[in-house]
């Protein structure tokens, strides 16, 4: 998931544009939105795969993810990459499990 599209139209977001805590906020908000369609919120959360950029982003990331996470009960990675596609500065990957095991 990146922060960089407006998910309403698919185009891309101009706040997004070089504002890697607009990014990351976003990313957290449609994952939240995700995983309520599916009956899951971010305490089902496992696991995440942060892509970034830049290493010098992962403080804001760390930041908002414990805005999100609070308990920090989640196993993280971080990698950092060059190429991405379009303006995103991260892409961030969930795995969440169902409770009942599902």
């Known amino acids: ?10 185009e891309l977001d101009p706040k997004a544009v070089r504002d890697m805590t607009y990014q ?3 990313v957290f908000e449609w994952a939240q ?11 089902d959360v496992v696991s995440t795969t942060t892509f970034l950029r830049s290493m010098k982003d992962l403080e804001v990331v ?7 996470i609070p308990a920090g ?7 950092a990459g060059l190429d ?5 500065e991260l892409e961030i990957n ?9």
């Open 62 to 68: 760390i930041r908002i993810t414990s805005e999100f």
């Open 24 to 26: 990351t906020r976003r």
């Open 84 to 88: 991405f596609v379009g303006a995103g």
């Open 1 to 10: 998931m990146t922060g960089q599209w407006d998910l309403a139209t698919w």
């Open 94 to 102: 969930f795995v969440a499990l169902f409770p009942d095991g599902r």
């Open 33 to 43: 939105q995700v995983l309520a369609k599916c009956g899951l919120t971010f305490e």
């Open 73 to 79: 009960d989640v196993t993280s990675t971080a990698v």
